[in-house]
């Protein structure tokens, strides 16, 4: 980007050191004697704009393209392709999902599938005969997982 910008000044002061130059009918250039003030700076950038490089998008286009390309190939594979993989695996768990299996939530809930519907499961939440069944979207489940209801061991004092 900043070659393409040097380049673009270096044109810009070779242009405007030339002596300014008019196409004729027969394609011969002829010349003509220097304008003065704005009217010379009108004709250096209407020279300029005239001679600028063809390309994909000017100058450095072709580059610009490549890195650009680039760049979104780079997230595709560092973004996008593993949070694809992620959203894959999960829905492959959640459609195993089958009554007596424990899940655990978005929100951190635990509960026992008591059965299961086309867009919901019924789960079992509570512990020891005190249950609620409670309809969880399908979407909402992170995965099979058995709740550790142990509590940690209390180091010696």
Do not use: H
């Amino acid at each position: 980007m900043i070659d393409s910008l040097v380049f673009r000044i270096q044109q810009f002061v070779i242009m405007a050191s030339r002596p300014i130059t008019q196409y004729g009918a027969g394609g011969g250039a002829t010349q003509q004697p220097a304008a003065t003030g704005g009217e010379a700076a009108q004709q250096v950038v209407a020279n300029g704009a005239a001679e600028a490089p063809a390309g994909l998008f000017g100058g450095g286009g072709l580059m610009m393209a490549v890195i650009w390309g680039a760049a979104i190939i780079g997230f595709w594979f560092l973004l996008i392709r593993p949070q694809k993989k992620r959203e894959k695996k999960l829905k492959e768990v959640q459609s195993s999902i089958k009554p007596g299996d424990n899940i655990v939530t978005n929100g951190g809930m635990f509960g026992r599938v008591a059965d299961v519907g086309t867009d919901c499961f019924v789960v079992e939440m509570g512990i020891s005969g005190r249950t609620v069944k409670v309809p969880i979207l399908k979407s909402d489940v992170l995965g099979v997982r058995d709740p550790v209801l142990t509590p940690p061991p209390r180091e010696a004092e």
